[in-house]
């Protein structure tokens, strides 16, 4: 009775020491990225001579980590601007709200080195359309998929060095006859995290 009743208690004590790890890690994980964005520009505009310019943006990202391998990452900036260009000529401006809500699988079992891929949906706005002095448009509202690899390095605990990879697809429809602008950037991005 004494042998049963002593394997029980290390039972629990074993248990409840891995349910307290596993709690004072917290599910949050906010990081800062410094994102360059280097635009695809097909589609019929594109073929067109139409295109907007590549740039660096600054990018935040909140994850929730629902396992230590299944997250949910929203991906948000504020509104970007962009020259627009005929064949490499400016001929107006647009900003873009590209907000973005991935699935991620993160690898586990690997130390400070947290590989991960993520698939989801991405919403992007375009505003403040100038171009040609407004005799052209374009359509304001697109939705499309995004995929994603990239992994973080643990410095501690709670701060991490992140390496990100995106493929989006986004498009707008330019007005006067010249067609879809599939913009479908890759991003890459490097930045810290912080686990809260």
Request: aromatic share 12%; net charge positive.
């Amino acid at each position: 009775m004494k042998k049963t009743l002593l394997a029980v208690a290390a039972i629990c004590a074993l248990t409840s020491g891995a349910a307290f790890a596993q709690q004072a890690e917290s599910p949050w994980l906010v990081r800062l990225r410094a994102v360059h964005i280097d635009s695809d520009n097909g589609g019929a505009a594109g073929r067109a001579g139409v295109s907007i310019n590549d740039k660096w943006i600054p990018e935040v990202d909140v994850s929730y980590f629902f396992t230590p391998n299944f997250a949910a990452e929203l991906i948000l900036t504020y509104p970007q601007k962009h020259d627009v260009r005929l064949n490499g000529g400016k001929i107006g401006s647009l900003k873009h709200l590209p907000p973005t809500l991935l699935a991620q699988y993160h690898f586990t079992g690997l130390g400070a080195f947290k590989p991960y891929v993520g698939a989801g949906i991405n919403y992007t706005r375009f505003s403040s359309v100038n171009i040609l002095d407004g005799a052209l448009t374009v359509k304001k509202n697109s939705w499309g998929p995004a995929l994603q690899v990239g992994f973080d390095y643990a410095l501690d605990k709670n701060w991490s060095l992140n390496f990100d990879v995106k493929k989006v697809y986004m498009d707008t429809t330019v007005s006067g006859g010249i067609g879809k602008l599939k913009v479908d950037p890759v991003l890459v991005g490097v930045g810290v995290g912080y686990r809260f």
